[in-house]
T-cell receptor, first 114, second 115 residues
Framework: NAGVTQTPKFQVLKTGQSMTLQCAQD?????MYWYRQDPGMGLRLIYY???????DKGEVPNGYNVSRLNKREFSLRLESAAPSQTSVYFC?????????????FGNGTRLTVT | AQSVTQPDIHITVSEGASLELRCNYS??????LFWYVQSPGQGLQLLLK??????LVQGIKGFEAEFKRSQSSFNLRKPSVHWSDAAEYFC?????????????FGTGTLLAVQP
């Protein structure tokens, strides 16, 4: 029972490089989320997807793109990485239909942009 | 706009002492409130949640939280802290929309436990 799986766990990029963070969930959840965590700022929502084929901006979407490839997978792409994107990125999923079910989080991807 | 405030950035308590972590929220409708814990290098684990009903909510690991609408607060408590409780704690309010539940997090409180 893997839950929410994020890859890679760690990544170092040079400014201007691109990369895609992968997220997959095996709980048949409908909605998925990408957050970034920075010291002293908590977690902030980047993008989310209410269902397969739909995506919406969150609080801090600039510099990112997302793809909801299918119900299981939700990827986050940095087209041209900047040092300000150094952060820990968390993916989460939510079953939907009831506020009583919690969000499930992955273990995060630690990204450093030099 | 919805927001969550955790006034204490860092708290140190002695093992065996009681703990209270503060959380204040701003939300127009009935708030769905959560406490999550994050151990170093790990993801977030749900401690407890409040939606309605009894304002004192029990969670895992011996934690509880009390919802006080008049004070817009949802403080987390534990009667006796263990060294393994050292972690970062996040309060969140859920912006629930049927298919989605966008969590708005506070900035976190880092708990250190002294022997």
């Amino acid at each position: 029972n893997a839950g929410v799986t994020q890859t890679p766990k760690f990544q170092v990029l040079k400014t201007g490089q691109s990369m895609t963070l992968q997220c997959a969930q095996d709980m048949n959840h409908n909605s998925m989320y990408w957050y970034r965590q920075d010291p002293g700022m908590g977690l902030r929502l980047i993008y989310y997807s209410a269902s397969e084929g739909t995506t919406d901006k969150g609080e801090v979407p600039n510099g990112y793109n997302v793809s909801r490839l299918n119900k299981r997978e939700f990827s986050l792409r940095l087209e041209s990485a900047a040092p300000s994107q150094t952060s820990v990125y968390f993916c989460a999923s939510f079953r939907g239909g009831s506020y009583n079910s919690p969000l499930h989080f992955g273990n995060g991807t630690r990204l450093t942009v030099t | 706009a919805q927001s969550v405030t955790q006034p204490d950035i860092h708290i140190t308590v002695s093992e065996g002492a009681s703990l209270e972590l503060r959380c204040n929220y701003s939300y127009g409708a009935t708030p769905y409130l959560f406490w999550y814990v994050q151990s170093p290098g790990q993801g977030l684990q749900l401690l407890l949640k409040y939606f309605s009903g009894d304002t004192l909510v029990q969670g895992i690991k011996g934690f509880e939280a009390e919802f006080k609408r008049s004070q817009s607060s949802f403080n987390l408590r534990k009667p006796s802290v263990h060294w393994s409780d050292a972690a970062e704690y996040f309060c969140a309010v859920g912006d629930y929309g049927g298919a989605t539940n966008k969590l708005i997090f506070g900035t976190g409180t880092l708990l250190a436990v002294q022997p």
